[in-house]
């Protein structure tokens, strides 16, 4: 099942303003709760629309009953109700570039992966070359809304390099 994963809106934000919303498509099943689709939808922000065209990505509601064994990880609705569907659909691969909702996915058992890590992966599978990987990060960077430093880049860049010398 490690082509199925749980998201929540930054990953849908941040690759739709970099045009790598596509980079989605290496997973099979993407499943959002409503509150994620509402944050991306609203306001009409990057993502909305692709969002919208996906056949992969599926929105389901989350109920009360569902989030109340995580109200106390004080997270935004969006971050709380995609951890909970992950807990609830049995799905450990998390799609989050909140730091705070990494650490507490984690904390829970999940895999968190953020923009970055997408586009590795993507990388690693062939979907896309050394070359656009390598600048999409940087896009990511200089870009998208996504904070991350420039050492998280180098990091990232080092991590495509060194996959490509074994």
């Known amino acids: ?51 919208l065209n996906a056949d992969n990505i599926f929105i ?9 064994n995580y109200i106390y990880l004080k997270l935004q609705q969006g971050e709380l109700e995609a951890i909970a569907l992950a807990k609830k659909l049995g799905i450990k691969l ?22 970055v890590g997408i586009i590795v992966r993507a990388y690693k599978l062939g979907v896309i070359n050394l070359k656009d990987a390598e600048r999409a990060i940087w896009d990511l960077y200089k870009v998208s809304s996504l904070f991350i430093s420039k050492e998280i880049v180098k990091r990232a860049i080092e991590t495509l390099r060194g996959y490509t010398k074994r």
Do not use: W
């Open 60 to 68: 389901i509601e989350v109920s009360n009953d569902d989030l109340l």
């Open 94 to 115: 998390f799609l989050t570039d909140d730091l705070d909702a990494r650490e507490k996915a984690t904390e829970l058992g999940l895999e968190p992966h953020g923009s």
């Open 1 to 51: 099942m490690n082509d199925v994963a749980v998201s929540n809106s930054g990953p849908l934000i941040h690759l739709a303003e970099i045009y790598k919303f596509d980079l989605l498509r290496i997973f099979r099943k993407i499943y959002i709760p409503r509150a994620v689709y509402d944050e991306v939808c609203k306001f009409q922000l990057p993502g909305c629309q692709e969002l």
